[in-house]
């Protein structure tokens, strides 16, 4: 049982460059998130899904898009990258209703320079 | 939206010594508060949560109190352990089905020292 699997786990990108995030999760979990984490700081939440077909935005969602095709994945897009995105990103997923643990992928350092 | 402050930034004990973790939430809805672990270079972890309906919770070392009418909730780490050393995030989310968003705290950095 893999869990949450984020690929790539290091990335650099130049400026307005674009890039997309994965994120793919075997457990079956209908809720899906995408946290970012600058230096120092909490997680901030960038989009949510509550199941294929439909996102959300969070507290942070400037700057990114996603979609949820499929009850596993859930990539996360960035278009015309900026060092303010310089962050780790996390993917989490979670069951439906009531109060569960939010799982989380091992991370995406991206650096735009 | 919610709000969640997290104090102190940083903590330093000595081993065995106590830990304590405070946290606020501004959303009285929250209803649920999980709290994480981070260890250096990894991903958040559970360690335990609690529910509004609950005043107090406790796992082996770590135990967790809420005070619904001051909305405020801590953690507590009796007996610590090097290995105890991380940064320690607070979350609060209101359960529903819309989704189970979990606002984070700042963050504790913890060192526990040998």
């Known amino acids: 049982n893999a869990g949450v699997t984020q690929t790539p786990k290091f990335r650099i990108l130049k400026i307005g460059q674009s890039m997309t995030l994965q994120c793919a999760q075997d457990?079956?979990?209908?809720?899906m998130y995408w946290y970012r984490q600058d230096p120092g700081m909490g997680l901030k939440l960038i989009y949510y899904?509550?199941?294929?077909?439909?996102?959300d935005k969070g507290e942070v969602p400037n700057g990114y898009n996603v979609s949820r095709s499929t009850t596993e994945d859930f990539p996360l897009r960035l278009e015309l990258a900026a060092p303010s995105q310089t962050s780790v990103y996390f993917c989490?997923?979670?069951?439906?209703?009531?109060?569960?643990?939010?799982?989380f992928g091992q991370g995406t350092r991206l650096t735009v320079v | 939206g919610e709000n969640v402050e997290q104090h102190p930034s940083t903590l330093s004990v000595q081993e065995g010594d106590s830990a304590v973790i405070k946290c606020t939430y501004s959303?009285?809805?929250?209803?649920?508060f999980p709290w994480y672990k981070q260890e250096l270079g990894k991903r958040p972890q559970l360690i335990i949560d609690?529910?509004?309906?609950?005043g107090e919770k406790k796992d082996q070392r770590i135990a967790v109190t809420l005070n619904k009418t001051a909305k405020h909730f801590s953690l507590h780490i009796t007996e610590t352990q090097p290995e105890d050393s991380a940064v320690y995030f607070c979350?609060?989310?209101?359960?529903?089905?819309?989704?189970?968003?979990?606002?984070f705290g700042g963050g504790t950095r913890v060192l526990v020292k040998p």
């Open positions: 989490a997923s979670s069951y439906p209703q009531g109060a569960t643990e939010a799982f």
């Open positions: 457990m079956n979990h209908n809720y």
């Open positions: 899904s509550v199941g294929a077909g439909i996102t």
């Open positions: 959303d009285s809805a929250s209803n649920y």
């Open positions: 609690i529910r509004s309906n609950v």
């Open positions: 979350a609060a989310s209101m359960i529903k089905a819309a989704g189970n968003k979990l606002t």
